[in-house]
C-alpha cells in the first residue's frame, strides 16, 4: 500500500499570511492531485500535477511535484478565511492504474 | 450536468445491524470509487469498479462489507454486520476511465452513525 503523509496535520494562522503543506511518500507517483474538503461535502479537484518538477500556480495557490515524483507541496499566498478546510493530497501509482491514494489530510484554519 | 448522487445522506444504526448506501455516478464515468473517511482523517479507498468489474477491493473488510456495481453504472456499498468502528462517512466518486488520468468526482457522502 502506497502511503502519503501530510504535514503538518493541523494549521491555524492569521489572514494575509502565507503557508505551506507537505505530502510526502517513500513511493513514486505517476501523478498527484490536490483536493479540498469543506464539511458537509466531497473532496474537489484543485490541481492534478503529472511531471518531476512540475510547479502550477492557481491564483494564490502554489503547487509542486517533487523531482522524484514522491512528494509534493501546497503553498499559499495571503491566506483568505474562505481558504478554510481539509486539504488532502491523493495520488495514482502509474500511468492506466486510477487508483487514487489519498494522504492523511490537513485541516487549515484561517482566522479572520 | 448532475454530480455524484449518493443516499441515504444520514445513517444511524445499532451495532449488529445491517446497513446498505446508494450511489449514482455521473452519466458515461467508468470508474466508480467508494471511500470511508472516519472523522479528520483522508479517505480510504475501500473499492473501485472500471464499469462493472472490480479493479481493487485490496482494502475492502470482505468478511462484513459487499459492494456491487449491476449494469456498470449505479452502485451499492453494503455492510452487515456493523461494528462501532465502521461509523465514519462513506463517499463515492466517479471519473470518466480510460487511458491516462481523469477528475474524481465526489458524492456529498453518507455519514454512518453506529451506536
Known amino acids: 500500500t502506497q502511503l502519503l503523509k501530510q504535514s503538518p496535520q493541523f494549521l491555524s494562522i492569521q489572514e494575509g499570511e502565507n503557508l505551506t503543506v507537505y505530502c510526502n511518500s517513500s513511493?513514486?507517483?505517476?501523478?498527484l492531485q490536490w483536493y479540498r474538503q469543506e464539511p458537509g461535502e466531497g473532496p474537489v479537484l484543485l490541481v492534478t500535477?503529472?511531471?518531476?518538477?512540475e510547479v502550477k500556480k492557481l491564483k494564490r495557490l502554489t503547487f509542486q511535484f517533487g523531482d522524484a515524483r514522491k512528494d509534493s507541496s501546497l503553498h499559499i499566498t495571503a491566506a483568505q478565511p474562505g481558504d478554510t478546510g481539509l486539504y488532502l493530497c491523493?495520488?495514482?501509482?502509474?500511468?492506466?492504474?486510477?487508483?487514487?491514494?489519498f494522504g492523511t489530510g490537513t485541516r487549515l484554519t484561517i482566522i479572520p | 450536468e448532475a454530480g455524484v448522487a449518493q443516499s441515504p445522506r444520514y445513517k444511524i444504526i445499532e451495532k449488529r445491524q445491517s446497513v446498505a448506501f446508494w450511489c449514482n455516478p455521473i452519466?458515461?464515468?467508468?470508474?466508480l470509487y467508494w471511500y470511508q473517511q472516519i472523522l479528520g482523517q483522508g479517505p480510504k479507498l475501500l473499492i473501485q469498479?472500471?464499469?462493472?468489474?472490480?479493479?481493487?477491493d485490496s482494502q475492502l473488510p470482505k468478511d462484513r462489507f459487499s459492494a456491487e456495481r449491476l449494469k456498470g453504472v449505479d452502485s451499492t456499498l453494503k455492510i452487515q454486520p456493523a461494528k462501532l468502528e465502521d461509523s465514519a462517512v462513506y463517499l463515492c466518486?466517479?471519473?470518466?476511465?480510460?487511458?491516462?488520468?481523469?477528475?474524481?468526482?465526489f458524492g456529498q457522502g453518507t455519514r454512518l452513525t453506529v451506536v
Open positions: 466518486a466517479s471519473s470518466l476511465g480510460g487511458v491516462g488520468w481523469t477528475e474524481a468526482f
Open positions: 513511493s513514486v507517483f505517476s501523478s
Open positions: 500535477v503529472v511531471t518531476g518538477g
Open positions: 491523493a495520488g495514482t501509482p502509474n500511468f492506466g492504474n486510477e487508483k487514487l491514494t
Open positions: 452519466s458515461g464515468h467508468a470508474t
Open positions: 469498479f472500471q464499469n462493472n468489474g472490480v479493479v481493487d
